[in-house]
């Protein structure tokens, strides 16, 4: 496989080896429909499309299902009466680049060294999802945003800053090097609309120069790429997540044709800066200020290609049996920009703080064949769930030869377990900061001290208890200070 080209033999064998172990059990697929199995029932030969979205700094407070006041997405809202509400869905963390890195394998992303946006790589040595279901038959895709390495091997590319701009080579993790059989991809962020082009200067005091650096119409300098040394530059024009969208859907239509079950993933990039809306959807926000009709607008655009995704999916005769997922990176945005008005809803905390805000977002499934009705789990879930729960529903046992942070959530979602079956670790700031979560409470930890929470009952976390609760803080501390120490022991042996 691609992502072993450059091990050793030693270490090649050993990933091959544990993918072997993984799939072996694919083709046995009526094991899944034993009671008591923790899968949902799939029926032998019909692997289920599967298919992950995700928004870049949307909010737990920017939809409509969650409350917000003036936000249309109708097609979010949909998914959430059709299926299952997360309402305590985490990113597992509180930016970008690490949240991705443990959708791909299943680990807190401290773990292969993706500590901060443009910092570390999907590593050699971490076992991607799609390699897993790529061995189980799938053709895989990734559209939109990457952000676990670099695409290009020159310095200087790309707008780059941080660990990626000093050593580009050192940082080069494509996703065609990840078992990613069609890619078209950015290595970071880009305007919501006409993504390769600078857009107009956003008007206010705080405007971040790395945002926008340059005159308008001009490059924007990141470029989409469909291969090594390969950018496309046709039909990028207007809203990104319709540009995103259109090269998602004949990569599902073409897998259809082919009788071949897909395996998707498709990460917008709104509304990330720069925050740019169209004309016709701006004008449906026209009563609000400026800068919110632009966040509204690109937030409401990328909806409604959510909605043309599920008509073609409905279209292709595929919908009742592909897995559909929702979610964000992380929380929403205040920093580099008067655009930034998303919602962390009734929680308190933004994008990079570890409080609620900043790792609680948006968490949605849709699988009509397994879920037949709506359902709520207000139980901590996190986006290291994925890896667990998809190989679940393949049933592919998780590799025994590394930790994981991520769970099966099939037990959840069908009614056979009330609560979590462990905490989820977070880790912020070069791991200064750090959360311990329970199914009640949250303890967090910083260089100031430790304070706990009754996140059921405070979720904006206004009263600490950990006076009032020293046993519960001193167990939870200890939880965390063992389980952070492996973390740690994993980060540090990364050459």
Not at 205 to 218: L, N, Q
Not at 389 to 394: A, M
Not at 428 to 444: D, F, P
């Amino acid at each position: 496989m691609k992502l072993l080209i450059s091990q050793t033999m030693n270490t090649k064998s050993i990933i091959l080896s544990s993918i072997s172990t993984l799939v072996f059990l694919v083709g046995a697929t009526e094991l899944l429909a034993q009671p008591n199995s923790n899968r949902p029932s799939v029926v032998s030969g019909s692997k289920p499309n599967i298919i992950l979205m995700m928004a870049d700094d949307l909010g737990w407070g920017d939809t409509g299902y969650n409350g917000h006041p003036f936000l249309n997405t109708p097609n979010l809202d949909k998914m959430s009466a059709e299926g299952v509400t997360f309402n305590r869905f985490y990113s597992a963390a509180a930016m970008c680049s690490p949240t991705r890195g443990s959708v791909y394998t299943g680990r807190n992303p401290y773990r292969f060294g993706i500590t901060y946006a443009m910092k570390g790589r999907l590593e050699d040595t971490e076992i991607p999802v799609t390699s897993v279901v790529k061995e189980a038959g799938y053709t895989t895709g990734h559209f939109g945003k990457w952000h676990l390495g670099t695409l290009s091997r020159i310095k200087g590319d790309q707008s780059r800053w941080g660990s990626f701009e000093e050593d580009p080579v050192r940082y080069y993790c494509p996703p065609w090097e990840r078992d990613v059989d069609v890619s078209f991809v950015t290595e970071s962020k880009v305007p919501t609309w006409d993504p390769l082009l600078h857009p107009d200067p956003i008007k206010g005091d705080e405007v971040s120069d790395a945002t926008f650096v340059g005159a308008r119409g001009s490059s924007y300098g990141n470029d989409y790429f469909t291969g090594e040394g390969q950018t496309e530059t046709e039909n990028m024009d207007g809203d990104d997540s319709r540009v995103i969208m259109d090269r998602a859907i004949p990569f599902i239509q073409n897998a259809v044709k082919e009788e071949t079950p897909f395996f998707t993933v498709i990460w917008f990039h709104t509304p990330h800066s720069p925050v740019v809306g169209g004309d016709e959807y701006r004008a449906m926000y026209k009563d609000h200020p400026e800068p919110a009709q632009h966040y509204y607008a690109c937030v409401t655009a990328m909806d409604e290609q959510i909605g043309r995704l599920r008509s073609e999916l409905s279209n292709l005769g595929v919908a009742d049996n592909t897995m559909l997922w929702f979610c964000s990176d992380n929380g929403p945005a205040r920093q580099g920009s008067p655009r930034h008005v998303g919602s962390p809803g009734h929680l308190s905390g933004y994008k990079l703080s570890i409080q609620e805000g900043g790792i609680r977002v948006p968490g949605l499934l849709v699988w009509p064949d397994q879920i037949k009705q709506p359902i709520t789990i207000s139980e901590p879930c996190v986006t290291s769930d994925y890896f667990p729960t998809i190989l679940s529903s393949l049933g592919i046992d998780l590799p025994n030869d590394r930790p994981y942070d991520g769970i099966n959530l099939w037990p959840l979602i069908q009614g056979q377990s009330k609560e979590r079956t462990k905490p989820i670790g977070f880790l912020n700031k070069e791991a200064t900061e750090a959360v311990w979560m329970g199914t009640r409470y949250k303890l967090l930890s910083t260089p100031e001290g430790d304070q706990l929470f009754d996140i059921v009952n405070d979720p904006a976390e206004k009263g600490d208890l950990s006076v009032d609760l020293p046993s519960i803080t001193q167990t939870m501390k200890f939880e965390l200070n063992q389980w952070k120490a492996g973390v740690l022991a994993d980060l540090n042996s990364i050459p």
